[in-house]
C-alpha cells in the first residue's frame, strides 16, 4: 500500500537532513514491499520569504492529507536576534501542532554502547540510560494569552491546563510505561504553580483509577534536571508539560550522546508528525557538518507508526551499525571527516 508522506524540510539544515531521510526511505521501498508518496510543503523563515506566512494554507492541507508528516527544522538567526518582529519562523511549528492537533511528543533518550566514551559524564552514570519523555504539545505556556503593554514596558504568557489536556497525555504515557519498566515520573512545579498541582491532582486520580499497577512518583522540575545529570539511568517514563518537556528533552539529549541523534514522534487523534529534536543549526547550513541521525531515527519512529516494524527496525540497525563503526558526523566523532550524506549514504546501504 501506498503511504502518503508530507515532507516539510523548513529552515537550515532541514533541508539536508530530510535529504537524507528520503534516501533512507528509498532504500526502505527496494528491500521492503512498501512505497511512499511525497509532497513537499514550506513551512517557517523560507515560508515566510516566499508567502509572507510562516505557515501557508496549502502546508497544512498537504499535512491534513497525509498519512504522516516528516518535518526537518525551523528557525533563523535574523528573526531571534530581533525580538521586534511579529512574524516568527517558530510559529510555524507551532501552528502545524496544534493545527493537526499532536499532543502528545515522545522523545525517545537512550545511550548508544559505542558513544559511552564520549559523553560528557562518566561511563558509569550514562551507560544505562533508557528513558522516554512525553511531553504535552499543544497546550501550556506556548499557547497561553500572550500579553505586551502598551508602553512595552510588561510582558505576560498565560501557563493554562485544563483536566481534558493532562488526561489524554497521561493516557498515553501510562500505556507506555506497561509495555517498558513500568515506572512513571510526573515532573512538575507543583510547590509554585497552579497548573502543575492540577496536573499532580489529575494524573494521582487516574493512577488510583486505572493505573495502580504502574510506579508513579513526582519530581519537581528543577530537581529533575538535577538528577538526570546525577543519575539520568532512574528513569522509565517521564510525563511533563509543554515547557518543562522542552527543557528537560535538551538535557536529556546530551546526556544519552548526542542532540543530533535524538528523535521524536509528535502524535494525536488523526495525525502523526515526525522530527528531530534539534532545531535549524544556522552555522552548520550547508556545510555538510549536519548530524543526519536524529532525522532518520525519527523516520523509523514513523514507520512504526504507520505498522511497519520490520522497515522501521531495519533503520535502527543500519543506524547502529554506523555509530559502532564511527560512520558519523563530527559532533559524535571528532576525527571524522563524514559528511551528512556520507552518514545517510551509509545507513541507507546497510537497509537489509
Ligand atoms: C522543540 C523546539 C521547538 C519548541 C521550537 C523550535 C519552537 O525547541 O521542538 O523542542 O520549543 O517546541
Ligand atoms: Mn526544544
Known sequence: MVKKIAVLPGDGIGPEIIE???????SVEKKFKCKFEFTFGDIGAIAIEKTGNPLPKKTVEICVDSDSVLFGAIGDPKYDNNPNVK???EQG?????????????IRPVKMFESLIESSTLKNEIVKNIDFTIFRELTGGIYFGEKKLSKDKNTASDLCIYSRDEIVRISHEAFRAARDRKNKITLVDKANVMESSRLWRRVVKNL?????KDVNLNYLLVDNAAMQMVINPAQFDVILTSNLFGDIISDIGSVVGGSIGLLPSASVGKKSALFEPIHGSYPEGKNKGIANPIAMILSTALMLKHLKLSGPANSISKAVDLAIQNRKGTRDIFPESNYTTSDV????????N
Open 20 to 26: 537524507e531521510a528520503l534516501r533512507v526511505l528509498g
Open 344 to 351: 545517510g549514504k551509509y545507513i541507507a546501504d546497510n537497509i
Open 87 to 89: 512574524i516568527r519562523p
Open 207 to 211: 493512577h488510583e483509577k486505572k493505573y
Open 93 to 105: 511549528l507551532l501552528g502545524i501542532r496544534k493545527e493537526l492537533g499532536l499532543f502528545c511528543n
